[in-house]
């Protein structure tokens, strides 16, 4: 028995030296987006990145994935309920694909005033009743980050509503943007953000509407004659995780965790109107693009043809969202 314990003993000691050394192994989360990674969730990546590894003292590895290089829009999601990737910011046009359409309310034209309205909604009740939705499909929510306000652009002076007409327009994958789009008498294609440049350059598409953010980093100004700042709309992000994988964590690293992302969301959130500042100042310096602010007359045309959208998708969206959004709005606007 003795001789027998003995000649386990360098076994023994192998998998004592094997499972420490895999107790050392870090936690490794790839985060993959479609964006550069000089934009307002590019900078936001790399800022968690650094947090989450500082903190953890090195016991969690965050690999970044910018531009689409793993994944485009929609392969992103499928690729994180499998597990390929840990954690994602898809913007929220389109978590639709995904079974959750609710998140489209963000999508309808107009329907916030300015951003403190939208904090409120993204941290309040709708937030947290989107995240809640995403549950049974294995994806955790874990906040939401912004972008900004939405600028159409073509290679046509888009000035009234009415100048859409015939327009092939790229969208992200969102019912609401769709019917945004046909309202103004365009022809709405959803396309991947990683194709849009190239649909734009080859006359594929006529137009897009984003961020400036997004429309400078991806160059899609040097192939857009027009264009015009409109405010129609919003884009923002949510961050997820793959629920499995944030469950799994010891609580002491998702505790290091939640507060890299709380961090970063303040981060995130004061440096995202200034990226899409500094990308108008860019724009306009490159000179490729005819720039044009809306006349109050021409802002309340567009509004015109575009709010009914609101009561058209209260079913897709979500009434309740709607009502509580409006509420927000409405205790915001009176304050001022
Ligand atoms: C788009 O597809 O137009 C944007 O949502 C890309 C992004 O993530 O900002």
């Known amino acids: 028995m003795r001789r027998h314990l003995f000649g386990l003993l360098p076994l023994l000691l192998v998998s004592a030296f094997c499972s420490s050394a895999q107790a050392a192994d870090p936690v490794v989360i790839r985060f993959s987006h479609v964006v550069a990674s000089n934009t307002p969730k590019g900078k936001a990546a790399e800022k968690f990145k650094e947090l989450a590894e500082s903190r953890s003292q090195g016991q969690v590895k965050v690999e970044l994935y910018p531009n689409s290089q793993l994944y485009k829009d929609r392969e992103e999601m499928e690729a994180l309920q499998l597990g390929a990737v840990q954690m994602l910011a898809p913007s929220l046009s389109k978590f639709g694909p995904f079974g959750v359409r609710e998140f489209e309310v963000f999508d309808l034209p107009f329907i916030f005033p300015d951003k403190s309205m939208l904090y409120a909604t993204m941290d ?3 937030g947290n009743r989107l995240f809640r939705k995403l ?12 972008n900004g306000f939405k600028q159409m652009s073509a290679n046509r002076p888009l000035h009234e509503a009415t100048d859409f007409k015939g327009l092939k327009m790229r969208i992200q994958s969102s019912k609401v943007l769709e019917a945004q789009m046909k309202a103004l008498g365009a022809n709405p294609q959803v ?8 649909a734009l350059q080859q006359g594929v598409v006529d137009g897009t509407e984003n961020p400036l953010s997004n429309i400078y980093t991806q160059k899609m100004h040097e192939v857009q004659k027009h264009l015009t700042l409109s405010n129609h709309g919003y884009l923002g992000y949510a ?11 010891t609580p002491n690293i998702r505790e290091i965790l939640e507060k890299a992302i709380k961090e970063t969301t303040t981060y995130e ?15 306009t310096a490159a000179g490729t693009t005819t720039i044009y602010t809306l006349t109050s007359q021409q802002h309340e045309s567009w509004k015109q043809a575009l709010l009914p959208i609101q ?18 709005v409405k205790k915001g606007t009176s304050k001022k």
Do not use: C, H
């Open 269 to 283: 959130r004061d440096i995202a109107q200034q990226e899409n500042d500094n990308a108008l100042a860019k724009i």
């Open 135 to 146: 549950e049974p499909k294995g994806v955790k929510g874990l906040a939401f980050w912004d």
């Open 124 to 126: 309040g009740e709708v």
């Open 191 to 198: 396309m991947a953000f990683s194709e849009v440049y190239s």
């Open 239 to 249: 961050v997820i995780v793959n629920k499995k994988f944030w469950d799994d964590l």
């Open 311 to 328: 009561t058209e998708f209260q079913n897709v969206v979500g009434k309740d969202n709607i009502d509580a959004i409006n509420k927000l």
